[in-house]
């Protein structure tokens, strides 16, 4: 809640020095977007959500946010028809209506319906109503833009729960089997449960199937044989966890985006919370709008791209992940090569290890984000400096998305190849949302 608050500070101090200005020029600001997809960051980590749980939130919120500016300003069309199984979205009559200010309103409510508890975008909605008393918008055109706001996030809302996941919360659970070597087991602290080993049921937003790009086999489990790929994949993990340098722990601190993270201290187990890879990924969409000097409709056209290209990405890598069933190189190292008291860098999430589903989205939303930027765009990536993690810079998306892959290997809990692969695997899925995906006409 504090970070809210600090969230609706930051916003009223811009009102409030901008009080002679009228309503277009403050709703016209892409930062004010931007502030308010951070405001959801917030809801989002407060909801203990899984990664690949977060992406959906963040994807259906900011493409009702898009569909409000497709109809609002004639350089961009709506998604309806390029996504197979979006329905045209209607709409009442817009005369009077403010679409910047409907865009918001629709990305809030849109992003109310997939996180808890109920209303919980209610201090963000209140900002944004306040703005719009305070800059003079009249009563009239913010009803006609609430009215759209409304009309606009209940279809997309709709369409959002024939993608199954309502289903995947009752489906069957993934059986532990420790008596083959190399599949999966939860590992410490928590030793939790396999996380959604159902989602490659979900509906993709832009691939035909999960499916669609399958990934080649890990290598086969052989720790006997010091000359097979798989020994020689756990033993560099191992290696280079002996030996981290400070700088390769900075690259493991920036791209941990563990969203929960348990720490034990004692006999007392707490949960210290962070952005997830989307929410990351997020913050670095608004970082690049501002970079960018990107407006209004551009910039909420780049969170829609980036988060769809996410959270197809996770649904491709979530159908590896839960074929292969790869043990992580935490266990393999304890159990297997007598180490058993070596621990990763960072904690080792709970799902099977390849393939990395941070480096596919990653790889997808550098993809969707060069897309629309450009090819070495250069930024600085401030996201972490919250969390006391020191800022770092970026020659362009994909540079990033390679240090993400390196990332998880200095953090202990991915093995290179599986990185390598991945990357490869998250262009793949972002190029294909950049190709049927024309959002400016």
């Known amino acids: 809640m504090k970070r809210l608050i600090t969230v609706a500070t930051v916003i009223f101090a811009v009102a409030g020095c901008s009080e002679k200005k009228e309503y277009k020029n403050l709703f016209n600001d892409p930062f004010l977007y931007s502030k308010t997809v951070k405001a959801y960051n917030y809801v989002v980590m407060g909801n203990n959500l899984a990664p690949i749980v977060a992406s959906r939130c963040y994807t259906y919120a900011a493409i009702a946010a898009y569909e409000v500016v497709a109809i ?3 350089r961009f069309q709506s998604l309806a028809g390029q996504i197979k199984h979006l329905p045209t979205v209607t709409f009442p009559d817009t005369a009077g209506v403010n679409f910047q200010f409907a865009a918001l309103l629709a990305f809030c409510k849109a992003g109310e319906a997939t996180t808890f508890p109920e209303g919980s975008m209610k201090d963000q909605l209140s900002i944004l109503d306040s703005i719009a008393k305070e800059s003079g918008m009249s009563s009239e055109m913010k009803e006609a833009s609430r009215k759209l706001a409304d009309s606009v996030s209940g ?16 489906a069957p659970k993934y059986e532990i089997k420790t008596d083959v070597k190399a599949r999966w087991v939860p ?25 669609q790009f399958l990934t080649p086999r890990p290598p086969a489990f052989n720790l006997d044989n010091k000359n097979s790929e798989f020994y020689k994949w756990v033993m560099e993990v191992k290696n280079a966890g002996d030996s981290l340098t400070d700088e390769q722990k900075h690259i493991a601190e920036l791209w941990d985006d563990r969203g929960n993270r348990s720490i034990v201290e004692g006999h007392v187990m707490f949960t210290a919370k962070k952005f997830s890879p989307p929410g990351h990924w997020m913050n670095i969409v608004g970082i690049a709008a501002q970079t960018g000097k990107a407006d209004f409709s551009t910039t909420v056209a780049a969170y829609a791209k980036t988060a769809i290209a996410g959270f197809d990405a996770f649904i491709q890598c979530w159908d590896e992940k839960y074929r292969s069933n790869l043990l992580r190189p935490e266990t393999a190292i304890n159990n297997y090569l007598g180490y058993s008291e070596w621990r990763p860098y960072l904690q080792t999430p709970p799902f099977p290890e390849y393939t990395c589903g941070h480096s596919t989205v990653s790889a997808s939303a550098a993809e969707a984000l060069t897309d629309i930027f450009g090819d070495n765009f250069a930024y600085t990536d401030t996201s972490e400096l919250e969390f006391g993690v020191k800022n770092r810079s970026f020659t362009s998306f994909r540079q990033a998305a390679i240090e993400n892959n390196w990332a998880r290997f200095y953090g202990g809990i991915h093995y290179h190849g599986s990185c390598i692969v991945s990357n490869e695997y998250g262009r793949k899925v972002g190029a294909l949302v950049n190709e049927r995906l024309k959002m400016k006409k």
């Open 155 to 170: 279809q997309i809302i709709t369409w959002s729960k024939g993608d199954n996941y309502a289903q995947t919360r009752t």
């Open 72 to 74: 609002g300003d004639s």
């Open 187 to 211: 590992t410490p602290p928590q030793y939790a449960q396999a996380l959604e080993p159902n989602w490659n049921k979900i509906r993709p937003i832009v691939m035909d199937s999960a499916s």
